[in-house]
């Protein structure tokens, strides 16, 4: 299994350019199930996560083509087999996202149920009442969510919960069902609306998305058409704590600083100076930040894929900070190896309180998860002396090219085989 190395306290410097939206490709490679026509999606980022879901699609019959610039053309002209089996399913839960279109276009899906998950327990209650108050029948059996529907019809969904994929399950499913859906308590997510101009450009008629009340009228049928994939505000993110902690100055290029005001502010406050334009960010910064507190929530509030790379950055900042997670129940699996690294934190319930330290040392840690993943890369280039970061395949299901953006910006990084 590969492994990052990094030799720490470098701070970051100069540019990169910031991939395409993960959250908003996976749900748009699935958009091409509603239709028999070609979808052309680019501004691909290369993933894991993304390649798990292209795998998952060609399984079901979907044709799938990928040009030298990673252009991804889908064709959906035949479906042989409405399934997203558990080898899948249990490596990226984001699969759930077929049921949806499935049921949408051929009446039938089979999703293997998520099972454990190392970030909580994320159940998906939510995408199967929002398909029942369209009229589908489900059923679980076998380990598996069996959905069964004549054609759907448009209802009124309040969601319990904001949930993200939940949201974009029932607008995909709202756009070929006979009538009007609402669906109130929809995610605001900037992804879900990315997935709804695409919809759009299908044919399908969404009004709403990025608002908590979204309005789909159902259409007979969607046509292909051509997208390109917003940019990545969690990757971005990242960068841009990667450079404060470290007390750096960097610029981004091919991002949406409008799309980012939460994770700015936060960054703000903790010293940097940062300027932007439309499609780019620059940040700035006067030697260690400054200990800020974040609080998760949905969107437009600070994201929670975001948290643990702040916990890096607070763990060597001026002062104390409180850090609350509200959107998942066990995100804190970073703490543990973070205190290998020296920080000093302590959890209680669902905050963190992590009280800064003059430096970090390097050692061996492992990461459970994608951000958590992330959060060690940081400590790893704050720390004194050489880390090593095990596991990396959680960072390459969200990450592109991580060490050679990485050594773009100066880091002392490289991928052991
Ligand atoms: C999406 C993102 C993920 C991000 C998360 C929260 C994708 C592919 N993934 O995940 O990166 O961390 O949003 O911003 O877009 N819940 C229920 N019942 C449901 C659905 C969700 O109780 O039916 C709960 C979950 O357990 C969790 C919370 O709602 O505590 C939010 O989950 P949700 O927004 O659904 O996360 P995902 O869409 O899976």
């Not at 059923?139 to 759907?152: C, F, K, N, T």
């Not at 019809?153 to 709202?174: F, H, P, Q, S, W």
Request: glycine share 10%.
């Amino acid at each position: 299994m590969d492994k990052l190395v990094i030799e720490g306290g470098v701070p970051l410097a100069g540019e990169i350019a910031v991939s395409g939206a993960k959250n908003a490709t996976l749900p748009i490679l699935t958009a091409a199930l509603l239709t028999t026509e070609p979808l052309t999606v680019s501004n691909v980022p290369h993933l894991r996560d993304v390649t798990t879901m292209l795998n998952l699609l060609a399984q079901m019959g979907v044709r799938v083509s990928i040009d030298e610039r990673l252009g991804v053309e889908l064709s959906s002209a035949r479906i042989a087999e409405p399934v997203a089996p558990y080898e899948l399913v249990k490596t990226m839960r984001a699969s759930v996202l077929v049921l949806g279109p499935l049921t949408a276009r051929y009446g039938e899906a089979r999703v293997s149920l998520p099972g454990g998950c190392a970030i909580g327990l994320r159940p998906v209650d939510q995408h199967l009442k929002g398909l029942q108050a369209m009229g589908a029948e489900v059923a679980i059996e076998h380990g598996y969510i069996s959905v069964r529907a004549q054609r759907l019809r448009g209802a009124r969904i309040c969601m319990d919960l904001v949930t993200v994929t939940g949201t974009e399950n029932i607008m995909m499913a709202a756009t070929l069902a006979t009538g009007t859906t609402v669906i109130e308590n929809a995610a605001r997510e900037p992804e879900v609306a990315d997935l709804a101009h695409c919809l759009n450009a299908m044919g399908a008629r969404v009004r709403g998305a990025g608002s908590d009340v979204i309005t789909i009228e159902g259409v007979d049928r969607l046509h292909g058409a051509r997208y390109r994939v917003m940019p990545d505000r969690i990757e971005a993110g990242t960068y841009l704590a990667a450079a404060a902690a470290t007390g750096g100055s960097i610029r981004l290029t091919g991002t949406r600083p409008d799309i980012l005001d939460a994770v700015l502010e936060k960054l703000r406050e903790a010293g940097a100076r940062i300027t932007t334009g439309p499609d780019w960010i620059a940040l700035e910064t006067n030697g260690a930040p400054g200990a800020v507190n974040v609080r998760t929530a949905p969107y437009p509030a600070f994201p929670t894929d975001m948290q643990a790379q702040f916990m890096a950055l607070d763990s060597v900042a001026r002062g104390t900070a409180l850090v609350t997670e509200t959107v998942f129940e066990n995100r804190f699996m970073h703490v543990q190896e973070l205190k290998r690294l020296g920080a000093d934190i302590e959890v209680e319930g669902n905050t963190a309180v992590v009280k800064g330290v003059a430096h970090l040392d390097g050692a061996t840690v492992m990461a459970t998860d994608l951000r958590a993943s992330a959060s060690l890369v940081l400590g790893g280039l704050i720390a004194r002396g050489a880390t090593t970061v095990e596991r990396v395949y959680h960072i390459d299901r969200g990450y592109e090219r991580i060490e050679e953006k990485l050594s773009k910006l100066g880091a002392r990084i490289r991928r052991v085989r």
